[in-house]
């Protein structure tokens, strides 16, 4: 007997989303899947709607009709505390600049999702040492800068522990908005490349949102939003 | 059940730590003004209701019944007029009169009451919970030139026995009207009482009586301080006037009844009072005032409390980032709400304890020169129940405030999803 095959990572059919009730979409997506495992870059330029639909996929905006899956779950479906939960205990979210709590300490920025979700709690079994383990392979090693807060880190190194942050409780979709603007090339590659790694090793997928499409290589696949979105070709875009 | 956003509330408002403090200083310094007129309102309130104990009846000049307990047992203010002798010893033989113990004021030492009484003022005098008056050194007068000393006065003024001490006409601490010619020797010190008797200066009736000779008319006379002690001795030095004495009863069913008869006594315009009913009085012509300082340092609490609000009002826009972040790693809305609620409570309870530990630390600081200054020893000054209920109000009531920003950045959460949108 045949083991049923994992659900994709992310589903979205006759997607459609507008800020104001009845105004014009900023979001019309007949189709985008990302596959289970699948590590995916989605391009597009400022404006084009790349972090509204991350807050699709995440479930903290709900779209005006269609539907969004994430890991085989509808949460367009979902009401509001549903989707929170969702999001709590199966995406991990990597973000710009900043997106470390600069007052906590590079090992408490990186156990925090474990606080808002048992089962990612539970997945990381012994959540401090998952995180030392975490941040240890991403090259956190030295116990005093475990023990920095977050605000005294260098850009690359918060960025990494920002991808530490995502990948604990092995997440199965990680969500990537724009996580390598500030860096340089080096950096940049080496960071993505390390995400990935860490992604293959956890079984996750991978949304990486970028305006940059040189980037695009380091992915199974690449989209541009402005061809994925209707909207946007028909000039209704925000 | 866990509840993941306290511990981020504390570091949260930790991290900008300066606002911090002084919206704690400011919640401090308001529940430090509460609780300190509180504790010392109650503390006065209490030193005044244990002063006196054990004496169903004061009897004095006719006055009313404030002025007349002032007087008489908290040695404030001055007496209306004197009483005779006469009335005293009359009213002492009624039946049911178990003792009594006349007062005589007016005189003074350095500024503490020169008070003229008798050896059964040391016997029946009680106060607190019946507490009789003890003596550290020494023993009650037996001679008429024979003093003792309450506590604070032996302390202040650093008299031991055998040292002797004479006393000045009226009630000021500086006088030019002294009988030097009639030195008292102190032969007894009390303990400690907490209570105006601490800061008097106790002499036999007698020895009042003897120092006023040739001052009748209350100016001195040639024949004042012309005597020899032998010779004062020899005279008699009943007094014709008290200020007012202190009855004790057989039963205490029989004041009314005594009171009555002594208020309506044809005799002289006398007023017999129960202390504890003119103490109900006093509290309740002073409640007015209580009730007010009380009111006005409540408001000073709000105050407090809403630079709490304030000082997280301002926070909200700058902190939209931190709950944006907070959002996508699974906070919900309510996390988002909780975390302002708890940061509001934090600041207050923290800023409440710390206001709690400034009057602590000022009241017994100021305890001992109240004492030395009034005669007031404060007590209850320590932690205390009320000071709980304070506590934790103050924080419920910062918490409640709380719901407003928490409101607003749970408003902001649900638009901002994921990423800023200032």
């Avoid at chain 2, 020169?114 to 009789?132: K, L």
């Avoid at chain 2, 106790?202 to 301080?225: K, N, Q, Y």
């Amino acid at each position: 007997m045949s083991a049923e095959p994992p659900a994709p990572a992310v589903v979205i059919r006759d997607l459609r989303f507008a800020w104001e009730r009845g105004g014009p979409p900023l979001l019309d997506i007949p189709e985008f899947v990302v596959g289970a495992g699948e590590r995916v870059f989605l391009r597009g330029p400022s404006g084009a709607g790349k972090s509204t639909l991350l807050g699709l996929i995440a479930g903290v905006l709900s779209p005006g009709s269609g539907s969004v899956s994430v890991l085989g779950r509808a949460v367009s479906d979902l009401g509001p505390a549903r989707r929170d939960q969702v999001r709590a205990d199966n995406i991990g979210v990597i973000f710009q600049l900043f997106n470390l709590l600069p007052y906590l300490s590079v090992l408490a920025n990186v156990t925090l999702p474990c606080r808002f979700s048992a089962a990612r709690a539970a997945r990381a079994g012994d959540v401090e040492a998952e995180a030392r383990r975490l941040l240890k392979r991403l090259g956190f090693s030295d116990p005093a800068l475990l023990a920095a807060k977050a605000a005294e880190l260098s850009v690359g190194q918060q960025q990494r522990v920002a991808a530490a942050r995502a990948l604990i409780g092995s997440p199965g979709l990680i969500i990537a908005d724009e996580p390598t603007s500030a860096l340089d090339a080096d950096s940049r590659n080496a960071f993505i490349s390390l995400l990935i790694e860490e992604c293959e090793a956890s079984g996750a997928a991978l949304l990486f949102v970028s305006h940059d499409a040189g980037l695009s290589a380091h992915f199974d696949r690449a989209e541009d939003l402005t061809r994925l979105n209707r909207a946007e070709r028909t000039g209704r875009a925000a | 059940m866990r509840f993941p956003v306290l511990g981020l509330a504390i570091r949260s408002a930790l991290n900008r730590r300066v606002t911090a403090a002084l919206t704690m200083l400011a919640v401090a310094l308001s529940v430090a003004l509460f609780l300190g007129v509180e504790k010392i309102r109650a503390g006065a309130k209490a030193s005044f209701e244990s002063t006196i104990s054990g004496t169903d009846l004061i009897v004095g000049a006719r006055s009313g019944p404030v002025n007349l307990l002032l007087y008489s047992v908290f040695r404030l203010g001055d007496p209306t007029a004197n009483i005779s002798w006469e009335s005293y010893q009359l009213i002492a033989r009624q039946p049911g009169v178990a003792w009594t113990v006349p007062l005589s004021l007016g005189d003074s030492h350095q500024g503490y009451r020169v008070m003229g009484t008798d050896a059964g003022y040391f016997e029946h005098y009680r106060y607190g919970r019946r507490q009789p008056l003890e003596f550290a050194q020494g023993h009650a007068f037996e001679d008429v030139f024979e003093a003792v000393l309450g506590a604070e006065a032996a302390r202040a003024l650093g008299y031991s026995l055998g040292d002797e001490i004479t006393v000045a006409h009226g009630l000021g601490r500086v006088s030019f009207a002294e009988h030097r010619e009639n030195p008292f020797t102190v032969v007894g010190i009390l303990r400690p009482t907490g209570t105006p008797v601490d800061r008097t200066v106790h002499v036999p009736l007698e020895g009042i009586e003897a120092i006023h000779i040739g001052w009748e008319t209350g100016a001195r006379s040639p024949l004042a301080g012309t005597l020899s002690e032998e010779e004062i001795r020899a005279r008699d030095l009943t007094p014709d006037q008290i200020t007012a004495f202190l009855i004790g009863l057989d039963s205490p069913v029989a004041a009314l009844r005594l009171q009555r008869s002594i208020n309506t006594y044809p005799g002289e315009a006398l007023s017999a009072i129960m202390p504890g009913v003119a103490l109900a009085q006093l509290w309740s012509v002073i409640g007015v005032a209580e009730r007010t300082l009380i009111a006005v340092s409540a408001f000073v609490v709000l105050v407090g409390l809403t630079t709490v609000l304030i000082s997280i009002l301002t926070s909200l826009n700058e902190r939209r980032r931190e709950m944006a972040i907070l959002r996508s790693l699974g906070a919900r809305p309510w996390h988002i709400f909780a975390l302002l609620v708890a940061e509001a409570a934090f600041l207050a309870f923290i800023g409440a304890l710390a206001g709690a530990a400034l009057v602590y630390g000022g009241l017994a600081a100021a305890a001992p020169l109240m004492q030395a200054r009034f005669g007031v020893m404060l007590t209850g000054l320590g932690p205390g129940a009320f000071d709980l209920y304070v506590i934790g109000g103050v924080t419920l009531a910062a918490a409640l405030m709380g719901l407003g920003p928490a409101w607003q950045a749970f408003r902001n959460s649900l638009a901002d999803g994921l990423s800023i949108r200032l």
